[in-house]
């Protein structure tokens, strides 16, 4: 009984040790919530492929829109659900000024990736990160993870994990930044 009691503990002990690194590692990119703070962190640019071979590049929209990151995958079911609320938010918000790209990670998921486009008939730009070079400068923990980028190109939120876009509290989050 012990025994079991002290591996209990251990694991208990590894979760806590797991979160610490992890808000560690998401406080040292100085992202912020849409809804205050001060610390601001610009957003790496990059350039992606989209699945019809045209190139996005992040900086071209600075400015601009505002730009919600979302990285995923195909076999994500988080991503899976959350899509369709992204979608609906795209919808919502794209006339005034909102750009959504979904990035996938997955090495030689094109097929995959199309596949899963045209099943959620999804309208958004979709970005191939085969090596994952955005994902990493990104410091992607998992996924899913969502970043809101203002048009300044300031991180001003990075969520890991589903949400509903379709919510009033990320409507808001998304409201505040078009304004």
Not at 45 to 50: E, I, N
Not at 86 to 95: E, S
Not at 162 to 170: F, G, K, L
């Amino acid at each position: 009984m012990h025994r079991q009691w002290y591996r209990w503990r251990l694991v208990g002990v590894g979760s806590f040790a797991f979160v610490a690194v992890f808000l560690v590692l998401t406080l040292a990119t100085g992202t912020t919530s849409a809804t205050g703070g001060d610390r601001r962190r610009q957003a790496p640019d990059f350039a992606l492929q989209t699945l019809e071979g045209r190139t996005v590049r992040l900086s071209a929209l600075r400015g601009k829109k505002v730009v919600l990151l979302n990285f995923w995958a195909t076999w994500c079911p988080p991503c899976r659900q959350e899509m369709p609320t992204l979608q609906q938010l795209y919808t919502d918000y794209k006339k005034r000024g909102l750009e959504i790209l979904a990035i996938d990670s997955e090495p030689a998921a094109k097929a995959a990736v199309r596949a899963f486009v045209q099943e959620l008939r999804l309208t958004f730009p979709v970005l191939l990160d085969p090596q994952r070079e955005v994902s990493r400068q990104y410091r992607v923990p998992g996924l899913p993870v969502s970043v809101l980028i203002d048009r300044d190109g300031v991180i001003r939120h990075m969520g890991v994990g589903y949400r509903n876009w379709t919510d009033q509290e990320a409507k808001r989050d998304v409201e505040r930044l078009l304004e």
